[in-house]
């Protein structure tokens, strides 16, 4: 009987305390699949983020060394102009005029803010009274004086 109590009491107390294990199991699994799916996200964010700023770049380049593709319009009248055909002479001259304007370089530095003035605070200018060095002192001059 007694052998029976002790495998009885070492039964129940396994039970009662595998309930607890067993939840903090699952609680602790959810949260592993919780934060691997959140940096499984970020990842294909970051990858998708990235492949746009590496075609942004190459495009940058690839105008920068002048390498772009052409234009299907400007294929096509390539083909027109190989054909030689009379009718669409006048819209091959217009598209050419409007290419053109297209294709001209995007300048880096286009977006500042410099607005010029009209008064002119100082001006360079070769002097017969003026001597190697002096541009110097001269600007200090100037600025000496509009204080």
């Given at each position: 009987m007694k052998k029976f109590l002790l495998i009885f009491g070492t039964i129940i107390l396994n039970l009662a305390l595998a309930q607890p294990t067993e939840a903090q199991f699952w609680k602790k699994l959810k949260e592993h699949a919780k934060k691997k799916i959140e940096k499984e996200a970020e990842e294909r964010t970051q990858k998708r983020v990235d492949k746009g700023i590496d075609k942004v770049f190459d495009e940058t380049e690839d105008a920068i060394d002048g390498k772009g593709e052409k234009d299907p319009q400007q294929n096509s009248n390539d083909k027109e102009q190989q054909d030689g055909n009379a009718p669409g002479q006048e819209e091959n001259t217009n598209n050419q005029q409007?290419?053109?304007?297209?294709?001209t370089p995007k300048v880096?530095?286009?977006?500042?803010?410099?607005?010029p003035g009209d008064e002119i605070i100082f001006e360079d200018g070769p002097s017969p009274m003026e001597e190697n060095g002096e541009l110097y002192e001269r600007a200090l001059r100037h600025y000496y004086s509009l204080s």
């Open positions: 409007a290419q053109h304007k297209k294709h880096v530095w286009s977006k500042f803010d410099f607005v």
